[in-house]
């Protein structure tokens, strides 16, 4: 391989994959992780030209301080903005970490840089371990969907690996003419940072976009207060499921519940401290039903639920038990004593065979029955074949 073709070809990559990061920045002020990444892209360039030029000039302070500082600044300019990515801004404890790394960084690179190869051996020994600590950053996110998240942290640990492969080649060359830095081995180390630099380059916007239309699928499924499904969306995916015990001839339940003397709550406390109690009923609701149970709120304090392949004994079981741990939970809510209790109506078919809008209309009929009889209790209403 012929070494400046691949260092151009190197450069010339970060170029058009800067140039489309700026693009898209261009499309997305408000993300400024774009920016950083385009950036970075650029300084890597201007460090390859300045690691380039030792083939030209003997100014060790341009072509090894000033171009290791470089090369270490882009991939740190990428962790940066991931780190604006997923958090949303930087932290004044990040900055002060940011500062710590790079000073310990910047402190041996002033004695090793007029050493040939030495600084290239701690640079790239430094980007592994920011290469590493950008998969446990990535680790901790949690982000959805997962697929552009895996494809990065593999990325990422090819790339220390790499790196740190190119440490072991170089240290034996540690006071050596640049010119041995021409080895079959470090040629195929910087072909391998060519094809990862382009991979990257291209899958931190597939991140962006992905993880973007999975929050926006979720603000058409979700509740906005309480992020239980919609009415929509609950009515679509209870239909769904109905469909499915039909097949299967289970048996289903459909539960309505609602929040008792709610209209007091908003009249005494506000519609703010109305709210939050909304979202309290919700978080626990989340708790006590099964994954595998549907739960949505259809609007205002009323909620239902859709439980597959369950009994009505299950069920009046399972709904007595969320009517005791809503009555007893101490709630206190913006330091306002809030007395919250539920009532919950039932209904259940064998088979699936009736439709949702019947079962929901009974459930909603053994509800009255509920508030009728004193609140806060489970009605459940007769079993249809």
Known sequence: MHLPTLLLLTLLVNVMIGCYLA????????????LLWSVACFVFVAGGCAAGARYYIDQPLITYLLADILLLLSPALV?????????GQLSARSKQQVALLLTLYLLPLSMLYQVNNASTALTSFSIAVIFMYAIVLLKK?????????????????????????????VIPLIGEDYRAFSSPGLQWVLLGHVLLTTSTGLMLPLLSF??????LLRLTELDDLTQLLNRREFLKRAEQALLQNRRLQYSVVVLMIDLDHFKQINDRWGHAIGDLALKKVADLLKVGLRTTDLIGRLGGEEFAVLMPHTS???????????CERIAHHAWEIEARPVKLTVSV?????????????????????ALYQAKAQGRNRIVFGSEHI
């Open 345 to 365: 109506g039932g209904t259940s078919c064998v088979g699936a065979l009736r439709d949702l809008k019947e079962l929901l209309a009974d459930a909603d009929q």
């Open 79 to 87: 962790v940066t903005g991931l780190v604006l990515f997923l958090r």
């Open 312 to 322: 009505a004994e299950q069920a009046s079981a399972i709904g007595q038990r969320l």
């Open 23 to 34: 693009m898209v920045y261009l499309l997305r002020r408000h993300d400024q992780s774009f």
């Open 141 to 169: 996110a949690r982000l959805i969907p997962v697929f552009p998240i895996y494809v990065l942290q593999l990325f990422f640990a090819v790339h220390a690996l790499l790196m740190l492969f190119q440490v072991v080649l």
């Open 210 to 215: 992905s993880h973007t239309e999975n929050q």
